[in-house]
């Protein structure tokens, strides 16, 4: 049994035969007549090179090697041959044999059948009967050359694979000569000076190891912002850069007032009901609603005002009352404004939100039940559609998105409204983007903002930038416990805007 070689006088007996010979032809052989195992001599090998003391080609084989149960086999002979010398003259049951041979057993029935080795009596299939005296054990003949590495017919080597006794091994070793910086002792280079080295003075003569530049540092094991959080944080200042300031969107439960009916959506209009708004069973009604607020939104539901004519129904309090999780974040614009229409003098503002809204949608690759929606607005005196434009090209610019259209939409709470379009150079095709609008009057005027004062907005999402940044399919991949770790290890910082 090769015996372990400090490293360093395997390297010592390298260089010396080196020294003294052209080349080793064989490290395998070599490695026997030091000793060592062959792996210990490869490691020695591959570092002499590596400082181009030696130089080393690889000589590659590929062997065929016994698996564990071949060498069982090759040991105390085939399963075959086991079978048939544990059955006596006068035959034995299965049962006994199994007992005997364990699962060789079942190997040794079909190849021994296979020999017509054994056979059975007629209506009893019970009692193994040998049918040979002798038995010549081929197989472990066969084995056993294989295993001493003598060439074996290709038929037996079939056979052998058939009966997966043997698998490919690719065995690698190495002939070696004088590389360029051959020493026959190698200096060991110092990696640091030592208090020893300064006390001993051996520091002069002390050869040092260069800088290895190229060496990685530590892996340094971080945490990881979760790629929604990385891209809120890129968006977020996007917006802080454009002057806007974040609206208080903490509260996820809200009334339908907030959410519906200020934003002048009619109280039967089909978003309102439980098949895409979550209700709350308790506390199902909210008891702090504006007085009289909520009679000038009455009254604009049920006949109009401010140019409009309203819806002409008869408008429900305990409908505006119903409390839910929001569906939008314009629930919390729409009390923004309000506050800011309490503020006199009336003062323009630009205003951002991005948090989680709440829908009853069927939960598919693109949608859960739950996003996070993207708001901004500005509200100021004399604002167009094509501020609103302006604004919208600004935005998306930062956002690495240039070209833009946009295509006529519908909000009950906008008029006019758009979907914005981008084109998107990696997917080669026109993505939708977003969508806004400006804030209808029969929405504004009832808060008390000013004659003139307009307010133009917008909504994308977060998950669908996200998504498409990180090149992420599936929605579901983005959220919670089933988020590819390694995906957000090895996706780099988004680079929004570049
Ligand atoms: O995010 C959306 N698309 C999107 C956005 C960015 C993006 O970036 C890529 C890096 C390049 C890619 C795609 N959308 C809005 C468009 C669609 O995905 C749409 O099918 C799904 N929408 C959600 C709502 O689904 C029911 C996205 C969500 C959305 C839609 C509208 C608003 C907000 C979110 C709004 C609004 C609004 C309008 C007027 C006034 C105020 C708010």
Known sequence: MATRLPSADVEAGLLAHLNTNAEIADSRSFASSLGVPHKELEDVIKSLSAFRIVESSDITKETWVLTNEAKGYAASGSPEVQLVAAIPPEGASKGVLKEKLGDVFDIGMKAAAKNKWIGFEKGNKDLVLRKVEETKDELQEQLKRLENGEVIADK?????????????????????????EFVVKRKILATDVTREHLKSGEWKDLEFKGYNYGAHGQPISVGYVQPLLEVRDAIQSIFLEMGFCEMPTNMFVESSFWNFDALFQPQQHPARDSHDTFFLKAPAKTTQLPDDYLEKVKQVHESGGYGSKGYGYDWKRDEAEKNLLRTHTTAVSTRMLYKLAQEKPFAPKRYYSIDRVFRNEAVDRTHLAEFHQIEGLICDYGLTLGDLIGVLEDFFSRLGMSKLRFKPAYNPYTEPSMEIFSYHDGLKKWVEIGNSGMFRPEMLLPMGLPEGVNVIAWGLSLERPT???????????????????????NSPMCRLGM
């Not at 043997?166 to 190495?174: A, D, G, H, Q, V």
């Open 156 to 180: 037996v080597i079939d056979d052998l694979k058939r009966r997966k006794l043997i698998t490919k091994e690719k065995s690698i070793w190495y002939s070696l000569k004088k590389g360029p």
């Open 467 to 489: 998504m498409i940044l990180y090149g992420i399919d599936n929605i579901r991949d983005l959220f919670g416990p089933k988020v590819d770790f390694n995906l957000i290890k």
